[in-house]
């Protein structure tokens, strides 16, 4: 595409930006042509959202020269690079929860007559955008009650919602379930086949080389490659982002698990009126639950964890029975959840690192006993995780690789057995993926259990010891994990019929 255009419709050339003395871009050149979908990868910390918040608006470069359409262009401000013809769906939520659908749609854009909001035209110009985006939302439900994923798939129509020729997308799919993911798809095409550029923002390797055409790296702030994505494997590109290849992720795994139950599930119920699983979790394993969005695995982690009510069936952690529906009883017997939602449910943004990690020892101590302290643990499970940053400084502020580093430091704080793990990596880049895998497998070599809930199939088949997939609330396999394919367990998990009755 880019040989029949005369000049590209974005170009940026040689642009830096510094915040204190942390230079987070150096000399970047970057060009994006009309009728192209162009990724833009790398690490936490490599430059790629800076990068594009520079295009948006949001900051001005210190140095360089930004062109639209061969044109220098002075953005300095996101209402400016909007006029521009430049729109951005952060990954970070901006939807307000008091408000419909529709008015959040509108918001920015809002419909009056005679001084006043009209609030018919603003839901009948709702419902041709989502018509037109083929998003499936009531523009009269409130955004309080949207799942994640729907408020992602909101944002993204928000965006739009415009008459841009620029579109950036930070991270989309993050919180998208398969479904979602192919709507999106559709619509990035629909982008692409109007001539307009769409910058993607992504660590998923996989979605690069389903929607994009040309792939940027960055790494420590500067340029390390533009590619058209034919001329890449998966390979190659990590080698690119992190100087190291695909395999080197995934930390080796033991040559055999103890026989020592670390977690027994006998008749639970995943859903109401459902069938019931049974398996064991052994010490020294982790163990992966695979499955099509929706099919109960998530239920399943959440009534271990004491989140959920159980609906009969019993849970014992080694030989003690756990009672249902108490999060404090399940932390009792050693049992923690990381939810997938770390900045909704797992941390407290506002909150230090230190006091975010020693939540975990606070939640076994009485009401009546002093609140203790030991920073030095802290220091020593902070460089254990390979977190260099300040134990002061606000968890909110982290990569979210970090975040996730601290949520792990709370429970190896607190020194729990289990592991429940909801989705171990998402939104997390590459090489921090590499980090959390070794401190999960060394968390299970020093004798703990990990039962894992993942949708990136590759992630579980690279991290776990053994698969079980779910279907319709039931175990339909149970697998090792060496040797198995993301068509086999594809295959198990869209099955009609029952495969196989998990044994442990």
Known sequence: ?????????????????????????????????????????????????????????????????????????????????????????????????????????????????????????????????????????????????????????????K?????????IFDEPTAPLNRTEVDKLEGLLRALKGQGKLVFYISHRLEEIFRFCD????????????????????????VALMVGRELEALFPERPASILDLPALRVECLAATPHGPAVSFTLHRGEILGIAGLEGQGQREILRMLAGELPRDGGEVHAATAAIPPGSVEAAVRHGIALLPEDRKGE???????????????????????????????????????????????????????????????????????????VEQPTRGVDVGAKAEIYELLRRFTAEGGAILAVSGDLPELIGMCDRILVVRGGAIVADLPAHGATEEQLLGHALRSESISKATA
């Open 346 to 420: 797992g941390l407290y943004l506002d909150l230090s690192i230190e006091d975010n990690i020693w939540l975990g020892p606070l939640r076994q101590t009485a009401l009546w006993r002093r609140a203790p302290r030991d920073p030095a643990l802290v220091r020593r499970l902070a460089e254990r995780m390979g977190l260099r940053t300040p134990p002061a400084q606000p968890v909110g502020s982290l990569s979210g690789g970090n975040q996730q580093k601290a949520m792990l430091g709370r429970w190896l704080a607190a020194d729990v057995q289990v592991l429940l």
């Open 214 to 237: 040309t792939v940027t790296v960055l790494k420590d702030g500067a340029h390390v490659a533009t590619q058209p994505i034919e001329a890449l494997t998966q390979e190659g590109l």
């Open 1 to 157: 595409m880019a040989s029949k255009e005369r000049q590209p419709l974005v170009e940026l050339r040689g642009v830096s930006k510094s915040f204190g003395q942390n230079a987070a871009l150096k000399g970047v050149s970057l060009a994006g042509w009309p009728g192209s979908i162009h990724a833009v990868t790398g690490e936490n910390g490599a430059g790629k959202s800076t990068l594009m918040k520079l295009l948006a608006g949001v900051h001005v470069p210190d140095g360089g020269e930004i062109l639209l359409k061969g044109r220098s262009a002075a953005l300095g401000t996101p209402a400016r690079a909007r006029r521009a013809g430049i729109s951005t769906v952060f990954q970070e939520l901006t939807i307000l929860p008091n408000l419909t659908v529709a008015e959040n749609l509108c918001l920015g854009r809002e419909l009056t007559r005679g001084g006043l909001l009209d609030l018919r035209a603003l839901r009948r110009e709702a419902v041709q955008v989502l018509e037109h985006t083929g998003i499936a939302l009531d523009p009269d439900r409130l955004c309080g009650t949207l799942t994640v994923g729907e408020q992602q798939l909101l944002e993204i129509a």
């Open 159 to 167: 965006g739009l919602h415009s008459e841009a020729d620029v579109f």
